[in-house]
C-alpha cells in the first residue's frame, strides 16, 4: 500500500494551480468569498435592524412630545426622534398634495398620501394621511376647512436605495418622502425637517385615505437571510472538495 509524505501533500495542493483546476479553484475562492462576506453582511444587518425595533418600541412606549420641543429636540440633536408620538393642530393645504407611490395595502398596490399641513406660527409640516388605492384621488375626500388636530408618529426622511426611482416634482409623484428634498425643490422655506404619520381616522369618516392605525410593521428576515448564505457557501465548500478531490486523485494516481 502506498503512503502519502509531506511531498505527496504538497504535490495535492499544487495540483490546485495547475491549468486542469485553477481556473474552477478561482472561480471557487472568489464565490465562496463572496457568499461568506454577504452572510456576514446580514448578521450585522439583522444587529441594525434589532437596535431599530428596540428603539421604536421605546419610542412608542413614551409619551406624545409637543411640537416646540420636537422641533427643539431635533436641531440640537441633530437627528428626528423617529416613532416619537405627537399631536400636532393645523390647516390641510389640501390643493398641494404629494403621492408617494407602490405602496400597498391587504395586498392591493396603490399610495401614501401626503399633504401639508399649515401651522399657526407660518411653518408647514408634511402629513401622511394614509394610504388611498390607485382610482382614489383629492377629490374623494371631505376635507376640514378648519384647523384639525393629527394624532400620529414622528418619521425623519424615507429611506433609499440604489434601486429607488428619483422623485417626479413636475406631478407630485414620490417613491420616497424626504421633507428637505420637498421644501427644496417646492421652495418652502419654512417646511419642518421631519413628517408626521396618521395613526387614527379622526375627524376623517371616510374608508380613504386608510391611516396606519398605530401598527408598525417592520420586516426582520437578516437573520434567514444570513443562514442561507452560509448554507451556500458550505454547499459551495463541499461541491468543490469533492470535485477537486477526485480530480487531484486521479492526477496523482498517474505520477
Known amino acids: 500500500m502506498r503512503t502519502h509524505s509531506s511531498k505527496d501533500i504538497f504535490s495535492y495542493l499544487g495540483y ?4 486542469g483546476l485553477r481556473g474552477f479553484f478561482t472561480f471557487f475562492l472568489t464565490t465562496f468569498i463572496l457568499l461568506i462576506v454577504l452572510g456576514t453582511w446580514q448578521l450585522r444587518r439583522l444587529e441594525w435592524k434589532n437596535n431599530l425595533i428596540q428603539t421604536i418600541n421605546q419610542n ?3 409619551p406624545s412630545v409637543e411640537l416646540d420641543d420636537l422641533v ?11 416613532y416619537r408620538r405627537v399631536k400636532i393642530t393645523g390647516t390641510l393645504e389640501n390643493e398641494k398634495p404629494f403621492r408617494v407611490l407602490s405602496k400597498t ?3 392591493q398596490l396603490g399610495y401614501h398620501l401626503i399633504v401639508p399641513l399649515s401651522l399657526s406660527n407660518g411653518a408647514r409640516l408634511l402629513v401622511n394621511l394614509g394610504w388611498m388605492p390607485l382610482d382614489k384621488g383629492i377629490k374623494d375626500i371631505n376635507f376640514p376647512q378648519s384647523p384639525i388636530t ?6 425623519s426622511a424615507a429611506e433609499r436605495t440604489a434601486y429607488t426611482p428619483e422623485n417626479n416634482y413636475q406631478t407630485h409623484d414620490l417613491f ?3 421633507p428637505l428634498e420637498v421644501a427644496q425643490e417646492k421652495t418652502w422655506p419654512a417646511l419642518l425637517p421631519f413628517y408626521i404619520v396618521r395613526l387614527s381616522k379622526g375627524v376623517f369618516t371616510q374608508e380613504y385615505p386608510v391611516p396606519l392605525e398605530g401598527k408598525i410593521a417592520i420586516t426582520n428576515s ?3 437571510y444570513a443562514v442561507t448564505w452560509y448554507l451556500l457557501a458550505l ?5 468543490f472538495t469533492f470535485y477537486a478531490r477526485r480530480h487531484i486523485h486521479n492526477e496523482f494516481m498517474k505520477t
Open 176 to 178: 420616497s418622502l424626504d
Open 105 to 107: 395595502h391587504k395586498g
Open 60 to 62: 412608542l412606549a413614551k
Open 222 to 224: 437578516h437573520l434567514g
Open 72 to 82: 427643539t429636540d431635533t436641531l440640537s440633536k441633530g437627528q428626528t426622534p423617529d
Open 235 to 239: 454547499f459551495w465548500g463541499l461541491i
Open 16 to 19: 490546485l494551480v495547475k491549468p
Open 150 to 155: 393629527v394624532s400620529g408618529i414622528v418619521k
